[in-house]
């Protein structure tokens, strides 16, 4: 079993910039992809940016060139650094993790949620 743990969350002015920790903790054999979600009141929860263990990034076209991810792999923790913040980022910030269970193989590979972290971006 996987926890994830979201920080960093706030209240922050259009312009502004904000810092999304998440830290993974349980029993697991690896990690392989994480990466951030939001879903904001009445919509599809939509993929934000996501990193490969390898540290290749994915971003969505709204925050491309805004926010970057990027991740710990010796702390199980990815973070969203998130600049020039508008009021369409508000919403509910998930963090997702790919990881592969069990002790010994055969492996199972399983998705993780945190419970989310709000981002309020607001005058």
């Known amino acids: 079993q996987v926890q994830l743990v979201e920080s960093g969350g706030g209240l922050v002015q259009p312009g502004g910039s904000l810092r999304l920790s998440c830290a993974a903790s349980?029993?697991?054999?690896?990690?392989?992809?994480m990466g951030w979600y939001r879903q904001a009141p009445g919509k599809q929860r939509e993929l934000v940016a996501a990193?490969?263990?390898?540290?290749?990034?994915t971003y969505a076209d709204s925050v491309q060139g805004r926010f970057t991810i990027s991740r710990d792999n010796a702390k199980n923790t990815v973070y969203l650094q998130m600049n020039s913040l508008k009021p369409e980022d508000t919403a509910v910030y998930y963090c997702?993790?790919?990881?592969?269970?069990?002790?010994?193989?055969?492996?199972?590979?399983?998705?993780?949620w945190g419970k989310g972290t709000l981002v309020t971006v607001s005058s």
């Open positions: 990193i490969t263990s390898g540290g290749t990034t």
């Open positions: 349980g029993s697991f054999f690896s990690i392989d992809a």
């Open positions: 997702n993790a790919e990881v592969l269970l069990g002790s010994r193989g055969p492996y199972y590979g399983m998705d993780y």
